[in-house]
């Protein structure tokens, strides 16, 4: 059973360029987190989605980010108009549980290191 | 968000076992105690998660005493494949909350 597919694993953008960073979860499971992190850092909860919905997106800043995850293919996190304050590691996870329930696991992929220049 | 309170960092050897203690005095009835571990340039991968008392796994053992405010992540004979970030989370739902963790490294 593959675990969480992320692409790519670096990506440079210039200055007010587009990213695009893309989420496929484990297989069976169809819940899907988003999580940055900084150097030195902990994670930081960005976003989750299930098919076609977002759920919580508490933690996305509310401008230029966005993201989805349609009802065929990976999740996608977009991030507009980058700065360099957008730089960092991005992790997509996934999980088969309910939020809520009392014991859950999220699975993390391999994340994808945003560079802006 | 909750947040749990653990030491920045830890040296120990190859065949010691080490443990790491994690402060969560507002913990709440329904949290559950969970740990993950991270390497350089890769996502967190879960280790082990208990409500109280003792859980042991493969890989660890975690103590939980009954008032829930603490917890420890005991690592039986650690080796240098070991070195890595620890983090401590509390809760449940949707969203981990991690704090910087613990960087733990093992020398020969």
């Known amino acids: 059973n593959a675990g969480v597919m992320q692409n790519p694993r670096h990506l440079v953008r210039r200055r007010g360029q587009e990213a695009r960073l893309r989420c496929s979860p484990m297989?069976?499971?169809?819940?899907v987190y988003w999580y940055r992190q900084l150097p030195e850092e902990g994670l930081k909860f960005m976003v989750y989605?299930?098919?076609?919905?977002?759920?919580?997106e508490s933690g996305m800043p509310k401008e230029r980010f966005s993201a989805e995850f349609p009802k065929e293919g990976p999740s996608i996190l977009r991030i507009q108009q980058v700065v360099r304050g957008d730089s960092a590691a991005y992790f997509c996870?996934?999980?088969?549980?309910?939020?809520?329930?009392?014991?859950?696991?999220?699975?993390f992929g391999p994340g994808t290191r945003l560079t802006v220049t | 968000l909750a947040k749990t309170t653990q030491p920045i960092s830890m040296d120990s050897y190859e065949g010691q076992e080490v443990n790491i203690t994690c402060s969560h005095n507002?913990?709440?009835?329904?949290?559950?105690i969970t740990w993950y571990q991270q390497f350089p340039s890769q996502g967190p991968r879960f280790i082990i998660q208990?409500?109280?008392t003792k859980v042991t796994n493969e890989v660890a053992s975690l103590f939980i005493p009954a008032d829930r405010k603490s917890s420890t992540l005991s690592l039986p004979r650690v080796s240098l494949s070991d070195t890595a970030v620890y983090y401590c989370?509390?809760?449940?739902?949707?969203?981990?909350?991690f704090g910087t963790g613990t960087q733990l490294k093992v020398e020969l």
């Open positions: 996870a996934s999980s088969p549980q309910e939020p809520g329930h009392l014991s859950y696991e999220q699975y």
């Open positions: 297989k069976g499971h169809s819940h």
């Open positions: 989605l299930q098919k076609e919905n977002i759920i919580d």
């Open positions: 507002n913990i709440a009835t329904n949290d559950y």
């Open positions: 208990g409500y109280k």
């Open positions: 989370l509390q809760g449940g739902g949707n969203k981990l909350t």
